[in-house]
């Protein structure tokens, strides 16, 4: 995709959208928190699953040339599943109860999924 189109996030659009998205996560949270019993954590939580799901939403319109590593793609994939993982179990923890160990394998899953998908992108970019 071309990084030249009007989709592009950078600059303004960028930050304007990020700061929509933090907005929308503790209005969500606020929202969970006041509807349900859970404790006032349930805000943090949620604003770190928006995020999460901002920076995803975000991959295919950002850069994926850059002098630096990793490049934004990268960058906002990687923080992307991960804040969005983190946060959606946050909120599982915050209304079910499940053993600690299976949030650090569903955790490392994510973490080994990331890792695959960054191989698979850039080994058929490099020469």
């Known amino acids: 995709m071309s990084t030249n189109s009007s989709l592009s996030l950078s600059g303004k659009n ?21 509807l349900t019993d859970a404790g006032i954590l349930v805000i943090a939580a949620a604003v770190i699953l ?11 319109f950002a850069s994926d040339k850059s002098d630096f590593i990793p490049s934004q793609r990268s960058f906002r994939l990687v923080w992307g599943a991960l804040l ?39 080994g058929g970019n490099k020469k």
């Open 14 to 34: 960028g930050q304007l959208l990020a700061t929509v998205a933090l907005l929308a996560g503790v209005l969500i949270g606020i929202l969970l928190w006041q």
């Open 50 to 60: 928006v995020l999460g799901v901002y920076f995803l939403i975000c991959v295919p």
């Open 84 to 122: 969005t993982a983190i946060g959606a179990l946050l909120l599982v923890r915050e209304y079910a109860s499940v053993e600690w160990w299976i949030y650090v394998v569903v955790l490392l899953i994510v973490v080994i999924l990331v890792a695959l998908l960054l191989f698979a992108s850039n």
